[in-house]
């Protein structure tokens, strides 16, 4: 069975930290990218960041930039979302996904729902003090 399983989330006060995880099972062809997705209530799924699996290279959202850092395992099956300086406007649930086709600029489509195959079930941030 494929899947993506999130964990990590919780509850943290602003300014605080909080780390990620992103594991994926049952994949027969290597994925091209991995991306982080957030939604917060009333509100649009937005993208957050993206790496993908070759290279590493990295994108993210200007919201986040300088806050966040995406990364990969592997050999584990895993990517990242270390997440620092976190804001109340960071609240919301965080949804990681697989891109398994290429394409010459991901850094075009990486915040587009509709270039992701798999979708994690989500794990819920809250920003709160």
């Known amino acids: 069975q494929v899947q993506l399983v999130e964990s990590g989330g919780g509850l943290v006060q602003p300014g605080g930290s909080l780390n990620l995880s992103c594991s994926y099972s049952?994949?027969?062809?290597?994925?091209?990218?991995a991306g982080w997705f957030r939604q917060a209530p009333g509100k649009e799924r937005e993208g957050v960041s993206c790496?993908?699996?070759?290279?590493?290279?990295?994108y993210y959202a200007d919201s986040v930039k300088g806050r966040f850092t995406i990364s990969r395992d592997n050999a584990k099956n895993t990517v990242y979302l270390h997440m620092n300086s976190l804001k109340p406007e960071d609240t919301g649930t965080y949804y990681c996904?697989?891109?398994?086709?290429?394409?010459?600029?991901?850094?075009?489509?990486?915040?587009?729902?509709?270039?992701?195959?798999?979708w994690g079930q989500g794990t819920q941030v809250t920003v709160s003090a």
């Open positions: 996904a697989t891109a398994l086709n290429t394409h010459p600029s991901p850094k075009n489509v990486w915040r587009l729902s509709v270039w992701y195959d798999l």
């Open positions: 790496i993908t699996r070759s290279d590493g290279s990295t």
């Open positions: 049952g994949i027969t062809l290597d994925y091209y990218a």
